[in-house]
């Protein structure tokens, strides 16, 4: 499919979609509509949103969607995935959703390795309530709630796939990848949706993502936050892949 054209998997009813212009959160959905299209799961798949910006995609594509409070994503996701074994579960949550309210629920359902895959977007802070500091958030960036940039006192910035690498099972499938990699994150979804597929368990995926309105940078600005800034905290590629 080329970059410019729309998933099958698309609503093709609620366009245009609702994230700011330059949102990589859109731009990850994109990625992950071909990897829906691709792995032919349209039909038996259950999309699970959080709150935060990730909400504004429950209606992105034709699938069937669930929805909950900030941070109870996960817990949601895994009672639908025992009620019903056979659906393909797919969580989408922030790094606030899961790497901070709702972080013992992403810990419990890693070390429980349950077969859902996971999908989080990193963009450093809280973006829907106003730009926040999140766990993610990079030393010295300035936030909302960090207005001389975060202090190491306040914590230094979150790894999740890191720490997941270390307490999950060896058939869990966790990585990191960022939204302006199309073809290396569209591969990172298809291994880590197969790894629920073919029944090894929990897979994850950190998506690290653009939110130039919070960050408060033009294109070129946005871009290399995330493609230099923050992708030399945080190393893109797969830390656990049970298909290699
Ligand atoms: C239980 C609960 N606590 C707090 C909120 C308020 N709230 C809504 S979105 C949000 C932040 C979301 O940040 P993140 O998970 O990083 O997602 P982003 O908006 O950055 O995509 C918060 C605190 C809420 N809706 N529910
Ligand atoms: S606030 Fe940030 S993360 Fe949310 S839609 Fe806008 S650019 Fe995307």
Redesign the pocket.
């Known amino acids: 499919m080329p970059e410019t054209a729309l998933p099958k998997s698309w609503n093709k009813e609620s366009k245009p979609h609702k994230?700011?212009p330059?949102?990589?959160?859109?731009l990850a959905l994109k990625i992950l509509g071909q990897a829906i299209d691709e792995l032919d799961i349209q039909k038996k798949m259950i999309y699970a949103t959080d709150i935060g910006?990730s909400l504004?995609s429950w209606s992105m594509f034709n699938v069937d969607t669930i929805q909950t409070h900030h941070g109870r994503t996960l817990p949601l996701s895994v009672g639908f995935k025992k009620a019903k074994p056979e659906a393909i579960v797919v969580s989408f949550t922030g790094d606030g959703g899961g790497y901070a309210i709702g972080a013992q629920h992403l810990l419990n359902t890693a070390m429980r390795n349950d077969p859902i895959t996971v999908i989080l977007i990193n963009?450093a802070n809280y973006?829907?309530t106003g730009g926040q500091l999140a766990p993610t958030t990079l030393l010295n960036q300035k936030t909302t709630t960090a207005p001389k940039g975060r202090e190491l006192a306040q914590g230094k910035p979150f790894k999740g796939p890191e720490m997941l690498a270390q307490i999950t099972s060896e058939d869990a499938h966790i990585a990191r990848g960022i939204s302006t990699n199309y073809q290396q994150l569209l591969e990172m979804y298809k291994k880590a949706i197969s790894n629920q597929i073919e029944g090894r368990g929990f897979s994850f995926v950190e998506v690290i993502?653009?939110?130039?309105?919070?960050w408060h940078t033009d294109a070129q600005q946005s871009l290399d936050f995330a493609e230099i800034e923050m992708a030399k905290i945080y190393p893109i590629g797969e830390l656990k892949c049970p298909q290699k």
């Open positions: 994230f700011c330059g949102c990589g959160q859109a910006c504004l963009n973006a829907m993502a653009m939110c130039p309105v919070n």
